[in-house]
Structures are given as C-alpha cells and as structure tokens.
C-alpha cells in the first residue's frame, strides 16, 4: 500500500510555466481601467494554488512584453536576499511569489516604456524560455522526465502572424518534449495558441470577462492530465489551421508553397524569397483553335 501511495504521489508531481503578456495593447483597457493587475492577482493565486497541491510541485513565471520577455520567478540567485519577510499568518512561499513577480513586472514594464511601441508581445520567445527552463531542470534532475510539464498562457494581443515560424517551431518541441501548451485569451481569439494547444494535447479557452479569469484557471488549467480525463470540461472549439505567408505575414487558406524550404506565399513568385530557389516554368498549354466545320451549299 505504501507503494501505490507513492506511486501516485509521484504521478502528481507536475512543472507549470505560467506566461503572462503584459503589452500595454488597446485589449488590456475595459472601460477606462487596465487589466493587467487583475490578470496578475489571478496568476499569483493560480500559482500559489498549484504549490499548495503538492510540496514536490514545481512553478515559474515568466511576463512578456513588446521588446523583452524575462522571468517573474523564480528570483535570480544574486536577488534571493532581497525578500522581504511575510505578514503574519501569511506562507513564505506564497509571499516570496507575489513579492517577486510584483517586483519584477515594474522592472520589466519600466524597461520597455519607450516611445516607440510595437504592437505584438513576444509570445514565442518566452514559449522558447519555459522550454529551455524545462529542459534544463531535466537535464539538472531536478524533476525527472516523465513528471509532466505545462505552459500556461495568459493573453489578451491576439495573433501574431509576424511570429509564425517562432510558434510552429515551439509547437513541435513541445510535442516532441512532451510538454502541454495551454492557452487562456480573453475576448480575443488566436489561431496560433489554438493550433498549439491542439498539437500538443493542451487545452484553450477563451474567456470574455476578466473577473472570471480565476475560476477558470482553478477549475481548467489547475488539474492534470489524468485528472482532466475524469472532468467535464468545455468543449473544444473548431481549430483554424491556416498558415500565415512569409511575404505579408497574413493568415490565408489558399496560397503557394515552395518546394525547397516549404515557404508559404499568398502570390505566385518566380523565385523564392527565403531559399532564393528559381522555379522552372513548364511550356505555356497551346490553344488549339477548333476547326469550323464546313457548311455544304445549300441547293435549290
């Protein structure tokens, strides 16, 4: 009995990367008031619960901006000593938690308010950053291969077609790793995280008031995957699998695909412009003009 105990205890064991995006895009203002603090109130108690589930769990933050995306937490070695104490009756890992990302959020939201503003956050570049924290506490043996990994996504910028290859290249890691990528918009559908959750067996939801973001992170994206198995959950949504081009970065359905690289266009071109690779033309299809056929005179 012992056994099976830890045996389960084990398969409960589980690695979350929450990814918050923090861009100060025209979807994070509802009716006048930005709705990044409420999304991080949600991300720090999703994370405290998470921690709570078992001790052995294991959780890291990472925020993304326009121009950077950096880690939340776990604090960096050289800033441990900076944590400050908790208040009475609250737990030191919880407390450590919020101070950190709090801290961090302003640091990283104070570096990138410059004049110029990008529009799309760097989603697929903090998805790169959680695969690569993963991969290296498995390489550390700090959690061991088969404890399963999340991502967890929170965002409100919808697509980015400009990032295409960024996130096809995140998926298929994530597939071949065995990590879930799960996705969490609010009001604003995206293909990308749709197709990622779909390769990768995560799940996405798309909610459309803020203040439901905690009930659903607790009630979705808290349990496992063998706990999902036994759960009523929502129903998954058609996935849009189109492809962007390389040429305008739009998202199409019908378009040309190079046969080198496999680059996708929504314009024929003669001449690829990622592999510069020249296509030959095939002879043009002759017109072959229909005889007329000859009337007999007509007799008298």
Not at 118 to 125: I, P, R
Not at 266 to 286: D, E, N, V, W
Request: proline letters at 4%; hydrophobic letters at 40%; one cysteine or more.
């Amino acid at each position: 009995m012992s056994e099976n105990a830890a045996d389960v205890e084990e398969e409960r064991e589980s690695l979350v990367v929450a990814i918050i995006d923090l861009n100060p895009s025209p979807q994070m203002i509802k009716d006048g008031e930005c709705i990044v603090p409420k999304c991080l109130d949600a991300l720090i108690a999703f994370s405290c619960s998470h921690v709570m589930l078992n001790p052995f769990n294991k959780l890291a933050i990472i925020g993304c901006h326009t121009r950077q995306s950096a880690f939340l937490y776990p604090l960096p070695s050289s800033s441990e000593s900076e944590e400050t104490r908790p208040s009475d009756g609250q737990y030191e890992l919880f407390a450590n938690i919020k101070n950190a990302v709090h801290t961090n959020v302003k640091k990283l939201v104070l570096q990138n308010n410059e004049e110029e503003i990008y529009t799309e956050s760097l989603v697929a570049g903090a998805m790169t950053m959680a695969l690569c924290y993963i991969h290296r506490l498995r390489k550390q043996q700090i959690i061991e291969k088969k404890i399963q990994a999340r991502i967890l996504i929170v965002s409100a910028s919808g697509d980015s077609a400009s990032q295409y290859m960024n996130f096809m290249n995140v998926f298929f890691t994530s597939q071949k790793e065995g990590v879930l990528v799960d996705a969490c918009v609010i009001e604003k559908d995206s293909g990308l995280l749709q197709q990622g959750c779909d390769i990768t067996g995560g799940m996405y939801l798309k909610i459309q008031n803020v203040s439901a973001l905690l009930q659903y992170l607790l009630w979705i994206f808290l349990p496992n995957v063998e706990t999902r198995k036994k759960m009523i959950l929502p129903t998954r949504v058609h996935v849009d699998y189109r492809a962007a081009c390389f040429c305008h970065r739009n998202l199409i359905e019908i378009g040309y695909v190079c046969s080198v690289c496999l680059s996708i266009f929504c314009t024929f071109s003669p001449i690829c412009s990622t592999c510069q690779t020249a296509f030959k033309l095939g002879p043009l299809p002759t017109i072959i003009a229909k005889k007329r056929k000859r009337q007999a005179p007509l007799r008298q």
